[in-house]
């Protein structure tokens, strides 16, 4: 069965019971600043499931277009993705569990609608607490239609309660149904656990109101909400073992890995599911950004980059994202309304990220290499999200990769130091350079004194520094010498920088009196005045200099040091400007 025939056969028999069709709602929720996007076709409905009056009725029916980003890290398995489609029916204040589920066994077994074996199929009911008694009205019905008692499994509130968690409001047990998608027969006790058993659908009855004391009162007005994966269940109905094997995402994922020069069924289908996401999400007019769904949509459109570059896909994502604003806009017209901006943003996003990947991966390659041990420490997974727009995610990802960890919570004291900063309007007071101490500016703090040291060796010990620039792309660093450089020199002074970054040395400092600073020898400006105590940084035996820092540990986190102009500034003060790659 078509993916679309779903679709319709689930409207037409839910309005042949009764049910008003309502359209589907925005992926971002229009009343509810709690959470960034729609994760169920309820979320539209909750005003009505806390007992407003529905224009459209008691029972409604609908297709939800969800985003589920909790599930990202699962997405590359059979059956979860981060944009879906819900089927869902509801009764607000109508008919409870007796008909929801002989409405939902009917529909999945009849003939007439999706015909599926009975003899595959297998629920889950709430188990019961010290609260709350285990659920046996719902046992009962299953019963008596036919579910066999090995078929029917019963998990605590973790796993078969809705309500929202340690709240007040209306709450109650839910029943989910599995299909056995194995290739064998499927054994006679249902366990959950079993990966070959999947949950397709769930109904969701609200009976109780839960009270500030923590008390389980029935409510007045009970209703039922039920959720239906169309992506999984597609699956189950065209024989496939995966929901990117059916006729919805089949041809999306079939151009990826014609793509792709180093197939990984993995990759390609983050790569899919990412892009799907991350063209309905745009859909909405979102753009990508640093904050709230802007940021979720970066995260979404950069991971699906990365995995494309692992599988040595070469091409945009235009193409590809064509063919899903063409394949769904039929349903969703907001996707060929939106298309430019799709697109454009897309491409945008994309660029951004390919000069920014390309840094930031050499970096962590270099700290993880350097590193040598385990842990990464928060301040480089700051620095990559932070200079090189790595979520947080992806960073998690390339350790795994690598078999290191991440202080995740170093990196969130970071992030939140920053939100305060930022919030309090500082960024002006602390971007002046030296309050900065991201790694990509600590890089070419250090390089800068390399450069200085080798200008003097090159040029003489006549060269002084005039001036100083850096920021998180290049350094700047102006000094007295009246000829222009030769290219020689240049080759010269830039093989001397590389030369020391090559040999791994430690950088280290001492906090020493003035008077003592300066007879060490250490490079200062003679005219300037200094405090009583100053920091000598010394990068081995090469070079010394007064200096407040930051700098990094090791010359080898450095990498490659190119000079991409000399040019002149005044007379007899020269510029050079040059990059770490
Ligand atoms: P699972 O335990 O498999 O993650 P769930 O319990 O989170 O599922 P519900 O919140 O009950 O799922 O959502 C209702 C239905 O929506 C599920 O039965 C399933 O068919 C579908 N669904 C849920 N999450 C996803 C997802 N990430 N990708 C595709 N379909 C999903
Ligand atoms: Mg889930």
């Given at each position: 069965m078509k993916t679309r025939d779903l679709q319709k056969l689930y409207l037409e028999f839910f309005s042949s019971k009764g049910h008003a069709i309502l359209p589907s709602s925005s992926l971002i929720p229009e009343n509810d600043p709690t959470v960034l996007f729609t994760t169920a076709g309820m979320h539209p409905l909750v005003p009505f499931l806390l007992g407003n009056p529905h224009p459209a009725g008691k029972r409604v029916a609908s297709i939800q277009k969800c985003i589920r980003?909790?599930?990202?890290?699962?997405v590359g398995d059979e059956v979860h993705l981060t944009f879906f489609?819900?089927?869902?029916?509801?009764?607000?204040?109508?008919y409870f569990k007796e008909d929801a589920i002989k409405m939902s066994y009917e529909f999945l077994t009849s003939k007439k609608y999706l015909g599926l074996a009975k003899e595959k199929l297998a629920v889950t009911c709430f188990a019961g607490d010290?609260?709350?008694?285990?659920?046996?009205?719902?046992?009962?019905?299953?019963?008596?239609?036919?579910?066999?008692?090995?078929?029917?499994?019963?998990?605590?509130?973790?796993?078969?309660?809705?309500g929202p968690a340690g709240l007040t409001g209306p709450c109650g047990p839910d029943t989910e149904m599995f299909y056995w998608a194995g290739k064998e027969q499927p054994p006679k006790k249902f366990s959950p656990k079993d990966k070959q058993w999947v949950e397709i659908w769930n109904d969701v009855f609200m009976q109780y109101n839960k009270t500030p004391e923590g008390k389980y009162i029935p409510l007045k007005q009970k209703n039922v909400d039920t959720g239906m994966g169309l992506e999984r269940t597609s699956a189950i109905l065209q024989g496939k073992s995966s929901v990117y094997e059916t006729d919805l995402l089949q041809p999306i994922i079939s151009r990826i890995s014609q793509l792709s020069k180093n197939p990984n069924t993995t990759s390609e289908r983050i790569v899919t599911d990412h892009l799907r996401a991350a063209v309905f999400i745009l859909a909405e007019n979102i753009p990508p950004s640093?904050?709230?769904?802007?940021?979720?949509?970066?995260?979404?459109?950069?991971?699906?980059?990365?995995?494309?570059?692992?599988?040595?896909?070469?091409?945009?994502?235009?193409?590809?994202?064509?063919?899903?604003?063409?394949?769904?806009?039929?349903?969703?017209?907001?996707?060929?309304?939106?298309?430019?901006?799709?697109?454009?943003?897309?491409?945008?996003?994309?660029?951004?990220?390919?000069?920014?990947?390309?840094?930031?991966?050499?970096?962590?390659?270099?700290?993880?290499?350097?590193?040598?041990?385990?842990?990464?420490?928060?301040?480089?997974?700051?620095?990559?999200?932070?200079?090189?727009g790595f979520p947080l995610e992806m960073t998690k990802e390339l350790a795994r990769e690598k078999k290191l960890k991440i202080d995740e919570q170093g990196f969130n004291d970071l992030l939140k130091q920053h939100q305060e900063l930022s919030k309090k309007g500082a960024e002006k007071k602390f971007s002046s350079g030296l309050a900065d101490q991201s790694l990509a500016t600590r890089r070419l703090h250090t390089a800068t004194h390399l450069l200085h040291q080798a200008l003097r060796i090159v040029l003489g010990a006549h060269v002084q520094q005039k001036g100083s620039n850096i920021t998180s792309e290049r350094l700047r660093f102006d000094f007295s010498n009246n000829e222009k450089l030769s290219e020689k020199q240049l080759k010269k002074i830039e093989s001397l920088v590389n030369k020391n970054i090559s040999q791994a040395i430690e950088i280290t400092y001492k906090e020493l009196p003035l008077d003592q600073a300066r007879k060490t020898g250490a490079l200062h400006f003679f005219d300037q005045k200094y405090p009583e105590k100053v920091r000598v940084y010394s990068i081995g035996s090469f070079s010394k200099e007064f200096c407040t820092g930051p700098h990094v540990e090791n010359t080898a986190q450095l990498g490659k040091f190119r000079i991409l102009k000399e040019e002149a500034v005044s007379s007899g003060v020269r510029r050079i400007k040059a990059v770490l790659e």
């Open positions: 980003t909790p599930d990202i890290e699962e489609e819900m089927l869902g029916n509801w009764s607000l204040g109508d010290k609260d709350c008694p285990k659920d046996t009205e719902s046992e009962k019905i299953w019963l008596s239609l036919g579910i066999p008692k090995e078929r029917i499994a019963f998990l605590p509130k973790a796993d078969n309660w809705w640093n904050v709230e769904h802007g940021y979720v949509l970066r995260k979404l459109i950069r991971r699906a980059l990365r995995h494309s570059r692992l599988l040595g896909m070469e091409e945009s994502f235009s193409q590809l994202a064509t063919l899903i604003i063409n394949q769904y806009s039929q349903q969703y017209p907001e996707l060929s309304k939106n298309k430019s901006f799709i697109l454009e943003e897309l491409s945008k996003e994309e660029e951004k990220f390919r000069t920014a990947l390309e840094k930031g991966t050499r970096i962590f390659e270099r700290e993880a290499q350097i590193l040598k041990g385990k842990i990464i420490s928060g301040k480089i997974v700051f620095d990559l999200y932070q200079s090189y």
